[in-house]
Every structure is written in structure tokens, then in C-alpha cells.
């Protein structure tokens, strides 16, 4: 019985796949997590059982996945000296009923991949380089995107040492070093020489030592990898520094060939649209983008020289119009605020509108005297399927239904008609 071993199966036997055990309870529950890459409320139920072989999110890895009795388990959480298992489904299972509990083994694998790769890094940078660990983060990882995980360091790290920490730790993963799990009660002496950035509040029981010879001794609760050779390769991506901060990303075994596919697959579509050699990528890219600050300029400048000949255009009637309603589908807030600079006049009712249906949201900005206004703005907000407001002689939106830019004309019209 776990409560009385302190420990898991899964922590007594990190390579065990599946697990015959009993329920201990089971409750309907409903959790709120990511499907499909976004957070939903899930309806299910949660089973504790006798003992678990599925990992319980904590001490940075992340949860296990895998099934109970034929039914996918979505998360697994430590309370206590319990893991508590949510599955996509709710169950009616009772107490001492017998499951089976099989591991998502390739989510697991990773896991192990990258959490004692973690370890790995973490004891080359302390040891060799006096750069300390202040806490690590590990990212999930799925078919659409490959998880770059982060270390938090208390210091910069320069590119000359990022290079030769990922020789070392690359040295150890070829020399096939075992890596070993060992459990000792709190405050026995063999400890005082581990790291750790402290027990959990709630722990009981015995602690593990994992440790790899001549490298790394340090307490943790996580499933690992039984040899240094299982990493197969570390690949540190980049280091970062922002506000005081420093991490370190880094990828582990499986995830740095899938990290290289990704990146070939990216290769090949730019070298189909680019049409060059990927070595040129580089060069044609910034020489596109230097062109195109250059176009945009130009357009912006065009574009600004038009409003101002839109709203000459209007200065110039006679008598002066008591409305006017312009629509610039290329346009843009400067054309706006080109168009008003030129026309310096808040007592015609001036409607303008700017952008392309096929292009997202557009703006609207309606002037003139106060009181009409706030009405016409409105009105064509809900014309426009607009969000927006103003005070006094200026009414701002932004507008998604450009199809009915058409009709604006018609309700300035019958507007100023009911005065």
C-alpha cells in the first residue's frame, strides 16, 4: 500500500509501463484544461487508487498520460501522499474494484528525456561554470509544436559558455554513465551534500537522491532516464536575459531530431517561395524587407497626399456641403488623420471610413456638432457591427462589417432630414 511505502510506483520503477492495482475512490469532477491548444472546462471523474504508475505533475515534470482501465487519463496531480487521476470520462468504479493503469509511454519517455537532461545541464553549469539553477520549466511538447524548455539562472550566460557546456554534457551522455535512484529519510547525513531547492510543504516519508557519478547528486521526485546514454543528444537552443532574468532554453533526445525536422520543413517551404538556395534565405529576406519599408513609405505618403486632396475637394464647394461621407478601402489612420488636418472644419458632419472587408477591421470617425454626432456614430456603429465612442464633436470606432459602407450615405442623409 503506497501510504505506508511513501512512495509511488512509478518513482520505485520510473521504466514500468502499466500497473495491475485497486480503486480507492471514485467522484465525478470537472477540470479546466488545454484541448486542442485552448483552456476548457472538462467534465470527468477523479480515481484515486492503491498505488499509481502514472506520474503525478510535480518537481517541474510534467503529468502523465495514459489510461485507466481502457479510459484516457488527461491529468495526474500529487495531494499529499495521494495522486489523484483525472479521466476524460465518468466512471462509476467502486472501491477495491481492480484496474489496470497503462502509460502514455512516449509522452513518458520525453518527460524522462528532458527532465534528467534538465539535471544534467543544471549540474555541468553549477559545478563547472559557478552558474546556479534557480528553477526550470518544462514544455509540453505536441504534434504541432516541439517544447523548448527553460532553465532560470542567476546570471547571463555568454555564447562561449553555452558551447562549452554542450560538449560536456554531450562527453557524459556518450560516456554511458548510470544514472541511479537511491532513497534516504530526511536529515540523514548523506543528504547534506545534495541539491535542492527544498521539499514540498506536504512531503512525507523518504527522499530520493538521484545522482550521476562524478556529476550530480540531487533530490528530486521525478521519473529519469537509468543511463546518461538514453539522452542521446543536448541541444542548447539560446540563452535570454530580460529585466534582471536569465534562462536557458534547451532541448533533449527525441525532441532535438523533431526540433531539426521542423526546421527542414520550414526550410524547404521558403525555398519554394523564396526561390533560392537556403544559404541565401537570409540575404533575400532582409533585401525584401528593406524594399518593402521602402513601398510602404511611399504608399503611406501617397496615401496621406490623397486624403488631403479628398478633403481640398470638399473645402472647395460652394455652398459648403452639410455633410460628406468618404470611404478609403486602402486607407488607413494616417489617411484619417491627413483627411482632417487638410479639412480643418468641425462643422461639416464628416463621416470616414477605411479598410478592406477581405483585410479584418476597419475604422470609422464621425465630426462635427456635438449632439448629431454622437447619434450618426451609433447608428453606423450598428450598421457597421462597430465598437467604439467619443465626446463632444468626435465619435472613434472600430468596424467589422465593411459590406455595408454603401449605406452610409442614406442614413447621414435620412439623419439630417428628421432635424
Known amino acids: 500500500h503506497f501510504y505506508k511505502r511513501n512512495m509511488f510506483h512509478c518513482q520505485r520503477d520510473s521504466l514500468a509501463r502499466e500497473l495491475e492495482t485497486e480503486v480507492v475512490t471514485c ?23 492503491k498505488d499509481t504508475v502514472l506520474f503525478p505533475e510535480g518537481g517541474g515534470q510534467n503529468t502523465d498520460k495514459g489510461t485507466i482501465s481502457e ?10 501522499n495521494t495522486a489523484v487521476h483525472f479521466l476524460a470520462s465518468p466512471l462509476q468504479l467502486v472501491e477495491g474494484e481492480k484496474v489496470m493503469q497503462v502509460v502514455d509511454w512516449t509522452r513518458r519517455w520525453d518527460n524522462m528525456q528532458q527532465h534528467s537532461g534538465q539535471h544534467l545541464i543544471s549540474a555541468i553549469l553549477e559545478n563547472e561554470q559557478k552558474i546556479n539553477t534557480l528553477s526550470w520549466w518544462m514544455a509540453e511538447n505536441n504534434e504541432h509544436k516541439v517544447g523548448v524548455s527553460y532553465i532560470e539562472l542567476d546570471q547571463p550566460i555568454t555564447d562561449s559558455i553555452l558551447s562549452t557546456v554542450e560538449t560536456r554534457c554531450n562527453d557524459i551522455i556518450q ?9 534516504y529519510e530526511v536529515g540523514d547525513p548523506a543528504l547534506d551534500a545534495a541539491h535542492t531547492r527544498g521539499l514540498p510543504t506536504d512531503h512525507t516519508g523518504p527522499v530520493r537522491l538521484v545522482s550521476i557519478p562524478g556529476v550530480d547528486s540531487n533530490l528530486c521526485c521525478g521519473t529519469h532516464v537509468s543511463c546518461t546514454s538514453h539522452l542521446q543528444v543536448v541541444k542548447l537552443v ?39 538556395a537556403p544559404e541565401e534565405h537570409i540575404d533575400l529576406v532582409d533585401k525584401m524587407q528593406k524594399t518593402l519599408k521602402v513601398a510602404q513609405k511611399n504608399n503611406s505618403n501617397l496615401l496621406k497626399e490623397l486624403a488631403a486632396y479628398e478633403a481640398s475637394k470638399i473645402k472647395a464647394r460652394s455652398p459648403r456641403p452639410l455633410y460628406c461621407v468618404v470611404h478609403r478601402k486602402e486607407g488607413d489612420s494616417d489617411f484619417i488623420s491627413a483627411f482632417f488636418k487638410e479639412l480643418d472644419d468641425n462643422e461639416i458632419l464628416c463621416v470616414v471610413t477605411v479598410g478592406d472587408e477581405k483585410a479584418g477591421p476597419g475604422q470609422l470617425v464621425v465630426t462635427g456638432e456635438a ?30 462589417n465593411l459590406k455595408n459602407v454603401t449605406q452610409i450615405e442614406n442614413i447621414v442623409k435620412a439623419h439630417i432630414a428628421e432635424i
Request: hydrophobic residues 35%.
Open 27 to 49: 467522484k465525478p469532477a470537472t477540470r479546466k484544461l488545454e484541448v486542442d491548444g485552448k483552456k476548457q472546462q472538462v467534465a470527468g471523474c477523479e480515481v484515486v487508487c
Open 71 to 80: 479510459v484516457p487519463v488527461l491529468s495526474v496531480t500529487r495531494l499529499g
Open 175 to 183: 560516456s554511458a554513465l548510470a544514472m541511479t535512484v537511491t532513497t
Open 238 to 276: 539560446n540563452a535570454e536575459s530580460k529585466k534582471g532574468k536569465h534562462w536557458l532554453y534547451f532541448l533533449v533526445g527525441g525532441r532535438v531530431t523533431d526540433y531539426l525536422q521542423s526546421c527542414l520543413g520550414r526550410e524547404r517551404t521558403l525555398t519554394k517561395i523564396l526561390n533560392n
Open 371 to 400: 449632439t448629431i454626432v454622437q447619434e450618426i456614430g451609433k447608428k453606423l456603429c450598428t450598421l457597421l457591427d462597430g465598437k467604439g465612442g467619443g465626446k463632444g464633436q468626435r465619435f472613434n470606432a472600430k468596424i467589422n
